[in-house]
């Protein structure tokens, strides 16, 4: 317990010069929200102060509660794009409701382990998850590039070049920060003519206040709620793992994937009891926190905790920043996530492996759904697997010198998609009146092998051979003796498990 508590705290101070590194990050993640959870609000159709409120309610909890220090989660479009339909049908009340169930559904997810299922999900598919959400991220700035004046461009190219040059100078404040800072300071001062944060929606005045959702406490309602409650819990959580493994090769880490489920459900509760809609992990501003030297919840918290701040003290003056101080920083952000690697590894990896980075990445850019992309490139490396490993067997006959005894020597894993491989392998015609089937370099995995070699046996047996099959391994003799009809290990035909 206190090596627990131990390692707790220092995920949230370890000495001063990371805490100062941390609340300037947190202070830059929190300027790059207000434009994103305004937008996703807009997609929900719902007012701004549902997302804002989100936001500040999730990043504030998931820092206690989360199992990956510094990545930031709040309101997504991910999970925005799904409750369109419940608000225009029955308002946002119930929004709030089924946010509380999606948190409620997310812990359950924690406490039955099912961060476990991301062991299935592939390099190439997380490569191409990440490529996808940095071509979102630049698509996302383009309303913003698309009939404006030239004050705009010019403000960006400056923005660039504040982030990628200060450095130079000095990396004890982040420069994403610096840009903000200078070129509101230029357009506040110089009266420059571009879009703002304050048009892209009113700004809430004020804090949230603790209320539960006003709907009936009815099974028609749990009826209402429940598919959306369930999908928005399982596209957070798909989000929220897979960001959390990127910022875990970023950082060189480890993370509490099963906590991090947990954790976001609390989040998530809270913001629905708050006024909030649901959220998840951010990958943008995860990057930009962990780019900016955040490293412990402290700068999740800061980024939350400083949101607040800024909605409910200087609501006005957040509202005059620029938006191309924003677009520069989001760029900046795209430019980092996406795995310029990826493009020449398309030549040196197998080709496979390409193909399910590439249908990953299409697949998303085309639905803007982080789900179906990784779901397609799930599907995809498990037929492509499958058709490796059903290939991974070899079945070699020898005749003795007496032509009395056929011995068929069975080498590789023999599975439900290399079955037909398998029985097809055998003559049908045997004329060797005793048949032996050596096992011993084989696994059989599933019930599918299992018939299939009943069925072999059963063939050879119908034509009058004696068969005898020898050498199951340990897991193959367990399967055979639940399974088999016409071979039981040790028992049918006198073998001896290995």
């Given at each position: 317990m206190q090596k627990a508590l131990t390692r707790y705290r220092r995920e949230w101070f370890t000495d001063a010069a990371t805490a100062r590194r941390d609340?300037?990050?947190?202070?830059?993640?929190?300027?790059?929200?207000?434009p994103e959870a305004i937008g996703f609000s807009i997609i929900a159709g719902v007012d701004p102060r549902v997302g804002l409120y989100a936001s500040v309610a999730i990043a504030v909890i998931i820092a206690f509660t989360g199992g990956r220090p510094a990545m930031i989660s709040a309101a997504t479009a991910s999970v925005a794009v799904l409750v369109g339909p419940l608000v225009r049908d029955h308002g946002v009340e119930y929004l709030f409701a089924a946010t509380v169930l999606m948190g409620l559904f997310q812990i359950a997810a924690g406490l039955l382990r099912l961060h476990l299922v991301m062991q299935f999900v592939s390099r190439s598919v997380i490569t191409g998850f990440v490529n996808a959400l940095a071509i979102l991220i630049f698509m996302a700035q383009l309303p913003q590039l698309t009939n404006v004046g030239w004050?705009?461009?010019?403000?960006?190219?400056?923005?660039?070049?504040?982030?990628?040059?200060?450095?130079?100078?000095?990396?004890?404040?982040?420069?994403?920060?610096?840009?903000?800072?200078?070129?509101?300071?230029?357009?506040?001062?110089?009266?420059?003519?571009?879009?703002?944060?304050?048009?892209?929606?009113?700004?809430?005045?004020?804090?949230?206040?603790?209320?539960?959702?006003?709907v009936p406490l009815t099974l028609e309602t749990l009826r209402i709620i429940l598919p959306y409650s369930l999908t928005m819990a399982?596209?957070?959580?798909?989000?929220?793992?897979?960001?959390?493994?990127?910022?875990?090769?970023?950082?060189?880490?480890?993370?509490?994937?099963?906590?991090?489920?947990?954790?976001?459900?609390?989040?998530?509760?809270?913001?629905?009891?708050?006024?909030?809609?649901?959220?998840?992990?951010m990958i943008g501003q995860s990057v930009i926190n962990v780019s900016s030297g955040g490293r412990t919840r402290l700068s999740t918290f800061t980024g939350g905790a400083f949101l607040l701040f800024l909605l409910a003290v200087l609501g006005p003056w957040v509202g005059r920043i620029p938006m191309p101080a924003l677009v520069a920083v989001m760029i900046m952000v795209s430019i980092g996530t996406f795995s310029w690697a990826s493009i020449a590894n398309l030549r040196r990896h197998p080709p496979t492996s390409s193909v399910v980075m590439l249908v990953t990445v299409a697949v998303v850019v085309a639905t803007q759904d982080l789900s179906l992309g990784v779901l397609a490139g799930v599907l995809l490396s498990g037929i492509f697997f499958a058709g490796k490993v059903q290939r991974m067997f070899a079945v070699e006959r020898r005749l003795s010198e007496d032509g009395a005894t056929a011995t068929y020597r069975v080498a590789g894993q023999i599975f439900f998609a290399s079955v037909d491989r398998f029985t097809r392998a055998f003559q049908a015609d045997e004329t060797a009146p005793r048949v032996l089937i050596d096992v011993t370099a084989a696994h059989f995995w599933d019930i599918s092998a299992v018939g299939a070699l009943d069925k072999i046996v059963a063939r050879l047996r119908s034509q009058g051979r004696i068969v005898e099959v020898s050498g199951y391994n340990r897991a193959s003799a367990d399967i055979i003796d639940r399974f088999a009809l016409h071979d039981k290990t040790g028992v049918e035909t006198g073998a001896v498990p290995h």
């Open positions: 609340v300037l990050a947190g202070i830059v993640v929190a300027l790059a929200l207000i004050q705009t461009y010019a403000m960006i190219a400056g923005g660039l070049a504040v982030i990628y040059l200060f450095p130079r100078v000095t990396k004890a404040i982040p420069s994403p920060l610096v840009a903000i800072l200078i070129l509101s300071a230029v357009s506040i001062g110089g009266g420059v003519a571009v879009n703002t944060v304050g048009d892209m929606g009113l700004l809430p005045e004020g804090l949230p206040s603790f209320a539960l959702p006003q399982a596209v957070g959580l798909l989000e929220s793992l897979l960001t959390a493994q990127i910022v875990d090769d970023m950082t060189d880490t480890d993370s509490d994937k099963r906590r991090e489920c947990a954790g976001q459900g609390g989040a998530n509760i809270v913001a629905g009891v708050f006024g909030g809609m649901g959220g998840c992990a």
